[in-house]
């Protein structure tokens, strides 16, 4: 799962919207019991996610549930509905604090073993989207091994704050970047909050890069046409591939030469600038996988 560049929301409780996504070809598939779901429709959410999982998995892309919060008393329903062989994770949103992974991670396992999976089979990916959830992101990115990824949700953050979304999203800057720091640290990978406007394209691309710059892996998606700009945006383009095999090139030479350090273009090519090239290559061999 080290390659989580587009993650496609699906409303669980409309059936033609499961079918028609098996047309896509996202990372993953995140069946949505949360909050694209109305309260009325959560049961049938969760019995036409449950019957459409099998075939959402026939693809080559990777099936991410979103499942209730702990608070809302619909966890466990949820996810007994899911956890089982044609599920790689689940993320839940409003996560709060450590103890909430914990309890999650507790059912989890419960489950796995009624489903004859292995323990830990199933792995999560907390949403952070209130101001308490990002001051102890760190340590719930660290509560437990099933862990691979932290999504920041911009709209619930704003909501808890009191505070406007905008256009620039200037206002959620400071916790995107503490996301990002904080699933850094934990050794996971940190994902972005969707792009509403969902046919402005340019929009979505300056978005996405912005997003990049931070330290983000990837972005969810709330429309089909969202997954090719956010693919591209969260690949290695050509010229950064070709850039950082000259840049391994030119400090393996100096290496050979007895230097530690070298320049490329009129820059200094260092171990840093050496390492983040050869993790760019790294990645770029996995999305050709």
Known sequence: MNVLRSLLFIPGNVAHMLDKALQFRPDAFVPDMEDSVPDSEKDNARDLV?????????????????????????????????????????????????????AISAII??????AGLQTGAIRLIPWI????????????C???????AAAFGAEDYADDMGIERTEEESESLYARNAVCVAARAAGVIALDTPYFRYKDQEGLR??????????????FAIHPAQIEP?????????????????IVAAFDEARRSGRGSTSLDGKVVDIPVVKRARALLELAGRDKD
């Not at 099936?63 to 919060?69: A, D, E, G, K």
């Not at 660290?142 to 691979?148: L, V, Y």
């Not at 956010?230 to 000259?246: D, G, H, L, M, T």
């Open 206 to 219: 300056a978005n996405a890069l912005a997003a990049k710059q931070y330290g983000i892996k990837g972005k």
């Open 109 to 114: 396992a419960r489950l796995e073993n009624r």
């Open 230 to 246: 956010i693919n591209e945006v969260f690949s290695p383009s050509e010229s950064e591939i070709e850039y950082a095999r000259r």
């Open 50 to 102: 449950k019957s459409r999982l099998q075939a959402i998995r026939a693809g080559n892309s990777l099936v991410i549930p979103r499942v209730n919060s702990l608070e809302t008393g619909w966890i466990e329903a949820d996810l007994a509905a899911v956890v089982g062989p044609y599920v790689d994770a689940v993320t839940v949103g409003k996560i709060r604090g450590a103890d909430d992974i914990d």
């Open 129 to 140: 989207e209130t101001a308490s959830a990002v001051v102890h992101c760190y340590e719930i």
């Open 142 to 148: 660290r509560a437990s091994p099933r862990i691979i």
